[in-house]
Nanobody, 115 residues
Framework: QVQFVESGGGLVQAGGSLRLSCTGSKIRTAIVPMGWYRQAPGLQRELVASININGETNYADSVKGRFTVSRDNAQNSVSLQLNNLKPEDTAVYYC?????????WGPGTQVTVSS
């Protein structure tokens, strides 16, 4: 069964930075479009960043210019650099495929931004 494990979350002040990592098992993250999603309390899960197999990236307007998604194919992982964090970025962050197929969701990693 395909699994993803996210890490790197934490509590930071507004304006701070975090780097999230996601490692996949039973899936080669290098050959599927991958995405980072987040879910804030009471809201639906949303896609915030994605990276295609050719390295092309896309971002939600709310994070454009502040978040950067990247791959490490040797480590079978995908990362998300979060800069200039805002309180509204507070959410549980998940990674998963970003194409037509979604796999089981991992536990996610909590990002909390204080004002």
């Amino acid at each position: 069964q395909v699994q993803f494990v996210e890490s790197g979350g934490g509590l930071v002040q507004a304006g701070g930075s975090l780097r999230l990592s996601c490692t996949g098992s039973k899936i080669r993250t290098a050959i599927v479009p991958m995405g980072w999603y987040r879910q804030a309390p009471g809201l639906q899960r949303e896609l915030v960043a994605s990276i295609n197999i050719n390295g092309e990236t896309n971002y939600a307007d709310s994070v454009k210019g502040r978040f950067t998604v990247s791959r490490d194919n040797a480590q079978n992982s995908v990362s998300l650099q979060l800069n200039n964090l805002k309180p509204e970025d507070t959410a549980v962050y998940y990674c998963n495929a970003a194409g037509r197929v979604r796999y089981s969701w991992g536990p996610g990693t909590q990002v909390t931004v204080s004002s």
